[in-house]
């Protein structure tokens, strides 16, 4: 008797993976529900607030300033070192390519370039809103604070938002954003939300942030998060632009090699008119690259027979040397021996 095996957990989300995603045909603006509206205008009011607290050197900046005389590093200097490494799950690079890694692995088992473009535009929306930022209100870091209880804005920094914090977001983010299920969603939600508190309160601990920076780095993430739907259409005709670029590629490498193809064995046709075949020689003969090779060889389309089929006035067709019919013909020895 013959029983199937069961299916095991990793099965099923191979087989969810190797199933190939509708793509539609029409993709407009999604609708933005009201729980998502509610979040964007939250945000919003966060972003302004935070900026607009330390511009105006309120309680926010005088708390900045607490927490870095406290010194945290000095507090618990046994994490230290930890801490040094876990710090890099927010930077830009090892991130993205660790998240990248992963996204192309699905893009080629479900077919489809949707998860790498997204993370592409979610990557460029960072460094755009982020990167626009920190160059615009230029605030330095604790470590190169001039003046105590100032809010060191507009001084040449480039710290404020996090950069760090709001990668963190971004690209933790993203793979709850791509979920194929709501449960999967759920885990990486709560597993993105970890990591970039933990990033954040790192660079505070560390020194190199301001609790404010960390703040308004969590928010940028969040509202990059969220814009992301909106650029859905977008992805979708950079993705219909790509296959439709590699479909033009292959016809085109197809053609070029079936037409080098056609002409390597197609019949020319000969001095004397008659059809001939082209035989390549090789390039070079022993080995010396300074012996160039010969023409092509022009070989008769006609049958070929043996020499002991050919009378003795008759050519091979197509042959330049005239036939001589006074010339005489070999006779074959014969095998008897003269009688004496």
């Excluded at 005088?62 to 000095?74: A, E, I, K, N, S």
């Excluded at 859905?232 to 479909?247: H, K, S």
């Excluded at 075949?277 to 008769?300: E, M, N, Q, S």
Aim: net charge positive; proline share 8%; with cysteine.
């Amino acid at each position: 008797m013959r029983t199937e095996r069961s299916l095991t957990r990793l099965d099923r989300v191979f087989a969810r993976l190797d199933r190939e995603p509708e793509r539609p045909v029409q993709l407009g603006m999604p609708r933005m529900s009201r729980h998502r509206a509610a979040l964007v205008v939250a945000c919003l009011a966060g972003y302004a607030a935070i900026v607009w607290a330390v511009i105006t050197t309120s309680w926010l900046v005088r708390l900045d300033w607490q927490v870095m005389f406290f010194r945290p590093y000095q507090q618990w200097p046994e994490i230290h070192a930890w801490l040094d490494y876990y710090v890099v799950l927010g930077q830009r690079g090892p991130t993205a390519v660790m998240v990248a890694a992963w996204l192309g692995w699905r893009s080629w088992r479900q077919h489809t370039l949707r998860p790498l473009i997204t993370l592409a535009i979610s990557l460029l929306l960072l460094n755009l809103s982020v990167g626009a930022a920190k160059i615009g209100m230029g605030r330095l870091g604790p470590h190169y604070a001039t003046t105590i209880g100032s809010n060191e804005m507009w001084l040449g920094g480039d710290i404020f938002p996090s950069g760090h914090t709001a990668n963190a977001v971004v690209t933790w983010g993203i793979l709850a954003y791509l979920a194929s299920s709501p449960r999967a969603r759920r885990w990486l939600s709560a597993l993105s939300a970890v990591m970039s508190l933990g990033v954040g309160l790192t660079t505070v601990y560390l020194g190199t942030h301001w609790l404010s920076d960390v703040l308004l780095g969590w928010v940028a993430g969040v509202l990059i998060l969220l814009a992301l739907p909106w650029f859905e259409p977008l992805g979708a005709r950079a993705e219909r632009w790509l296959l439709d670029l590699r479909d033009t590629v292959r016809t085109r490498l197809a053609r070029r090699f079936g037409k080098e193809e056609e002409a390597s064995a197609s019949p020319v046709t000969g001095p004397s008119g008659s059809l001939t075949t082209l035989v390549r020689r090789p390039a070079a003969v022993g080995g010396d690259p300074g012996h160039t090779a010969r023409g092509p060889v022009l070989l008769p389309s006609g049958p070929h027979g043996t020499r002991a089929e050919r009378g003795p006035g008759t050519t091979p067709s197509g042959s330049r040397r005239p036939s001589h019919p006074d010339a005489p013909g070999r006779s074959k020895p014969s095998s008897s021996r003269p009688v004496a």
